[in-house]
């Protein structure tokens, strides 16, 4: 009856999680639906930086559809306090976030007051009837100018806007720049992008004052997290606080985080005793949501005449925003320092990155975080090398990068799991037949077309994150994963993770991986997420932690409850424990496979028991938390191929190719579907996206009409390919697949384009490289011709 | 208040609602069908999209009265008998969705364009989507699945997969 699956690791499995949403049957939060919700909408700043002087909300109170208006005062004089940072650094100043401002605004979308009326449209009429009377102050944008002297200032409590400053030196970089055959020094700027998950954010918020039970439905990558920071925002029992993150239309980092308008919600339900509602409009999103990168970098790179690169001195301003985003301590410094060798052996490296409050949105972790800052610094610098020394940037990429190894010493901080990046560089290189498209690539110069072909050579951080590791680099804690495995009496699964899907298809990777730990049918397990209520205290999903970590926890319950099950079939075989072999879903006794018992036969003893001792407890169930002894660290090599065209600037993506090493992979479709969104977004930031200020801290890019999504048109279908280097690190060899893309994409576009142009001498454009940029760097360097 | 009656997925819902009430509310809130989402408030990321009249419509950029009398179809209502619709079975098996939020306003932009057009090249369907977003796959598979359910629904379809 019970048929042995195939392998499903491995396997293109379809997703499980697809038939509900591909009818339309999707649990988003705005989808939910309960009786007496009121609605909430949220006043916003429109200016960057003003004293509030004075609210006046009496028009709005009267309005028939309002059922209350709050201020920052009243959430204050009711407990509710300031959003937590999650990862804190040595000296670093914590000016409080207040869910809505008191005194002061410091960015344009920054919560001045809330409305709760029976409808949404009504919420929104309100919120025009509120008078704020504000007193616009100076306003700064730019993160370097901000830390000068009579900048204004953001918070009192940090003096030239600097929330923190962090440093790593490896070797000597002043040597290695002195005796230097040449050096390069370059300004680059890793401008500001939006995540821009198509669902904007959502939040139902439920109170039942009976049991003072506190529910938060919310489009989020990590309930507990949500829960732990909602407990201490609101001073409230975090027992009493349930966090659910349903189906979830792409997070991409900007839905990790506590933000405000959560916080005002539940607020808003405890004080009304009514269901709440809050859901974003993309203009929101662009204002209210989190944004990424935002990096300032001067650097010089010391290299040798045969292309070798010995030393890397960096210098980055990294822009916070106006406020701590729970994360962004980690961003600009653990997730991006350490990586500056990236995948080469380059010994001397000193970088010194400031954090900087401005007048902006905050700013966190979005797909990549850190990572995609480091790659492309040194994948710009690999080629600007290369142009100094007219050598091919495939050439001074062979130079550099590391040997094959396991368990290598950076000589900054981490230590590289696993890697081979001669195998990814030499199969890229193969794939899209390097000398061929060389030769193209002349060929098309003397009929005045401009090919361009860019490489990118990258290795990434993911898994986080080891406890110890993170501790000994001077983080104040690490992060695990959690998971429960319940084997129900009928051999039926169900797996219970601290990782959440909003678009990963966890529901069927991780099926696949326990249906085969298990020798059982994938039908037969299902992966449940999202609910604190449900799950054990995990952390969530970011930074392409959940299959190393997540799964990883999940995995070695699963062994727990193999090794429970093979002393009950003992039992029921009655067999020595020691003779137990289990294979294929079944147990059976060594050099007699005939006496066996099927999973689903321990599986009923364990609950129904006819035969279990006495002393083995019943029941099938095991919980794991795994606290990683690394991180792990993904690799691979990308290809762009752009047409250029230098009377109008448009830049043409011809071709894409990734060669990925992201270790063992479970699902192959879903892999490659991680690879495809990743490289998109990346390429988004090369070509496309940026949030754009005006001096004053207006935002200009406040509606996707603005702000340039990567649209279908303008790709191509793209190459993938991988090899496979287990990591050593779990016992799955696993590693996380899914920023790689976003790392690796946005420099070798970038590469692209400037090859294309090195026939003009153009060397370096800021991104986006949009048709002005373009054709500007092309007039400027003709100009100069 | 306006008295509008609009037939969805074969259903007449009638109603008085306020003259601004946009279509996407109509159909999420008093239909109650869901499975529409919203992505933006200026028209660019087609997650809204279902089809009136036989045409593929952004549902957030009509009002619910200008659509008075109108016929529409949503996600909700492309699969028939338990079967599900062959663009549906499409973006299955090819991964066409992800986070699966934008995948309704893909599926009924592909079921109008594909009506128009049986037999698309790459180029083509890249273009019919220009007005919808997508930002978990790359558009990558969302194509691949597009150019399978044009052959599946050109015939030769596989034997049907049940809708859940
Ligand atoms: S919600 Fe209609 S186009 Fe975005
Ligand atoms: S699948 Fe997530 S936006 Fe398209």
New interface residues.
């Given amino acids: 009856m019970v048929q042995a699956p195939e392998r499903l690791i491995g396997a293109e499995v379809k997703r499980k999680e697809d038939p509900r949403l591909i009818t339309g049957q999707g649990t988003y939060v705005d989808n939910l639906k309960f009786v007496g919700t009121a609605y909430l909408a949220i006043l916003r700043s429109p200016y960057a930086h003003a004293r509030i002087k004075r609210i006046d909300a009496s028009r709005a109170r009267v309005h028939p559809k309002v059922l209350a208006v709050f201020t920052g005062e009243d959430l204050r004089r009711d407990g509710i306090g300031s959003i937590p940072v999650g990862w804190l650094l040595p000296d670093i100043k914590l000016p409080p976030h207040y869910p809505l401002a008191v005194d002061k605004a410091r960015y344009v979308g920054d919560g001045v007051a809330a409305v709760v009326a029976e409808d949404r449209y009504s919420a929104y009429d309100a919120l025009s009837l509120i008078e704020v009377e504000y007193e616009p102050l100076p306003a700064v944008v730019d993160q370097e100018a901000a830390t000068r002297p009579g900048a204004p200032q953001v918070h009192d409590e940090a003096p030239n806007n600097i929330c923190f400053k962090f440093a790593m030196v490896a070797g000597d970089v002043n040597r290695a720049l002195a005796e230097a055959d040449g050096v390069v020094r370059q300004r680059i700027i890793n401008h500001r992008t939006s995540g821009s998950s198509v669902e904007p954010r959502a939040a139902v918020a439920l109170y039942q004052p009976a049991t003072g039970e506190l529910t938060l439905y919310n489009t989020n990558q990590n309930p507990h997290l949500i829960r732990l920071l909602l407990a201490l925002t609101m001073n409230y029992p975090e027992h009493k606080i349930r966090v659910i993150a349903p189906d979830v239309g792409g997070g991409f980092g900007t839905k990790i985080y506590l933000y405000p308008d959560e916080v005002v919600a539940c607020y808003a339900a405890m004080k009304l005793g009514r269901p709440v509602k809050w859901v974003e409009t993309r203009s929101e999103y662009l204002r209210a949501t989190v944004h990424g990168r935002d990096h300032i970098t001067d650097f010089e790179v010391a290299y040798k005449r045969d292309g070798t690169i010995t030393g890397l001195k960096v210098t980055t301003y990294a822009n916070l925003g106006a406020y701590i985003s729970p994360f962004a301590p980690l961003i600009p410094t653990f997730l991006y320092v350490p990586m500056l060798h990236g995948p080469y052996k380059l010994p001397n490296v000193s970088a010194e990155v400031y954090g900087v409050f401005t007048n902006t949105t905050p700013v966190d972790a979005t797909r990549g975080a850190g990572r995609p800052e480091a790659t492309y610094l040194l994948e710009r610098m690999v080629d600007l090398v290369a142009r100094e020394l007219n050598m091919d940037p495939a050439d001074v990429r062979r130079k550099n990068v590391l040997e094959p190894f396991e368990n290598y010493q950076t000589p900054l901080a981490f230590v590289y799991d696993s890697g081979n990046y001669p195998a990814t560089l030499n199969r890229a290189l193969e794939l899209v037949d390097y000398a061929r498209l060389r030769e193209e690539q002349r060929r098309l110069r003397e009929q005045g077309r401009y090919i361009g072909i860019g490489l990118s050579t990258y290795v990434e951080v993911t898994g986080a994150a080891p406890s110890q590791v993170a501790v000994s680099l001077g983080a104040q804690a690490g992060l695990f994963e959690s998971a429960i495995v319940r084997v129900h009496p009928t051999g039926k699964v169900t797996v219970f993770t601290g990782s959440h899907t909003h678009g990963q298809g966890h529901e069927t990777t991780f099926a696949q991986a326990i249906a085969d730990e298990f020798g059982i049918s994938i039908d037969d397990v299902e992966v449940v997420h999202g609910d604190t209520d449900a799950i054990p205290f995990g952390l969530g999903t970011y930074g392409s932690r959940s299959t190393p970590v997540g799964l990883t926890a999940a995995y070695i319950a699963g062994q727990r409850i193999i090794e429970k099950a093979t002393k009950i079939a003992a039992h029921l075989l009655e067999a020595a424990e020691a003779d137990i072999v289990f294979e294929g879903g079944r147990f059976f006794v060594r050099g007699a496979p005939e006496r066996a018992v099927t999973f689903q036969e321990v599986a009923l003893e364990a609950y129904v028991p006819r035969k279990i001792p006495a002393d083995l407890e019943l029941g099938l169930e095991a919980t794991a938390f795994f606290n990683p002894s690394n991180f792990v660290f993904p690799f691979g090599t990308h290809v762009a191929v752009v047409e250029v065209d230098p009377e109008t600037g448009q830049v043409k993506l011809l071709r894409y190719l990734a060669v990925d090493d992201v270790g063992r992979v479970i699902n192959p479709m879903v892999v490659d579907g991680q690879v495809h969104g990743g490289v998109v977004h990346g390429i988004g930031q090369a070509l496309w996206e940026q949030v754009v200020y005006d001096e004053q801290g207006n935002l200009l890019t406040g509606t996707w009409l603005d702000y340039a999504m990567p649209k279908a048109p303008d790709l191509p279908s793209f190459q993938t390919d991988r090899l496979e280097t287990p990591s050593p690190v779990n016992p799955l060899g696993v590693k996380g697949a899914g920023e790689t893309g976003t790392i690796a994409s946005t420099p070798a576009v970038v590469n692209a384009v400037l090859d294309a142009l090195a026939p003009f001498g153009v060397k370096h454009i800021d991104m986006p490289l949009t048709p002005e940029r373009v054709w500007r760097a092309l007039q400027a360097a003709r100009g100069q011709g | 208040m306006a008295r509008v009656s609009i037939r969805i997925n074969g259903v007449l819902h009638e109603a008085d609602v306020?003259p601004?009430?946009l279509l996407v509310?109509f159909i999420?809130d008093v239909a109650?069908?869901?499975?529409?989402?919203?992505?933006?408030?200026?028209s660019?990321?087609g997650?809204c999209t279902v089809i009136m009249n036989g045409r593929a419509a952004k549902s957030c950029t009509f009002l619910a009265v200008q659509c008075d009398g109108a016929e529409i179809l949503?996600?909700?209502g492309?699969?028939k008998d338990g079967q599900?619709h062959p663009i549906?079975q499409a973006?299955?098996?090819k991964?066409g969705?992800?986070?699966?939020?934008?995948?309704?306003g893909m599926?009924m932009t592909a079921y109008h364009f594909l009506q128009m057009n049986p037999n698309p090249t790459?180029?083509e369907?890249?273009?019919a989507?220009?007005g919808?977003?997508?930002?978990?796959?790359?558009?990558?598979?969302?194509?691949?699945a597009i150019q399978y359910a044009a052959e599946l629904m050109r015939g030769g379809a596989p034997a049907p997969t049940p809708?859940?």
């Fill in positions: 306020e601004r009430l509310h999420r109650g069908l869901t499975g529409t989402n919203i992505g933006c408030d200026t660019q990321c997650a949503t996600i909700e492309l699969a599900l549906q973006f299955w098996e991964h969705l992800q986070c699966g939020y934008c995948t309704p599926i790459e180029e369907i890249r273009h989507l220009e919808n977003i997508c930002r978990c796959t790359g558009y990558h598979n969302i194509v691949k809708a859940d």
